[in-house]
């Protein structure tokens, strides 16, 4: 078992930086795909960044060249820097670990762009 808890989301005006940080507590990390995803109002959960099989990362097209996703395997961290946020990236933002059918969410961070 295990939990993923988010951290560092907020209100940031347009062309604004965040940085969101997971902890990965328990027996799990490193599973097959880690990373981010968000859910904007009235929309789906979408992928914004993961890591796949310990390697490569994968970016949603629309956060390609302003979003880096990185990770700690000493403090079991995966951590997302947002750069030059724009009010489409308002959403809450959730951490993911899991493989094979094996699914672990976080709680979740607000994160808000406006002026």
């Known amino acids: 078992q295990g939990q993923l808890v988010e951290s560092g989301g907020g209100v940031v005006q347009p062309g604004g930086s965040l940085r969101l940080v997971c902890r990965h507590s328990?027996?799990?990390?490193?599973?097959?795909?880690m990373g981010w995803y968000r859910q904007a109002p009235g929309k789906q959960r979408e992928m914004v960044a993961t890591?796949?099989?310990?390697?490569?990362?994968n970016y949603a097209d629309s956060v390609k060249g302003r979003f880096t996703i990185s990770r700690d395997n000493t403090e079991k961290t995966v951590s997302q820097h947002m750069n030059s946020l724009k009010p489409g990236d308002k959403a809450v933002y959730y951490c993911?670990?899991?493989?094979?059918?094996?699914?672990?969410w976080g709680r979740g961070t607000q994160v808000t762009v406006a002026s």
């Open positions: 328990g027996s799990i990390f490193n599973m097959y795909v």
């Open positions: 890591f796949t099989g310990g390697g490569p990362k």
């Open positions: 993911y670990e899991g493989e094979s059918g094996v699914d672990y």
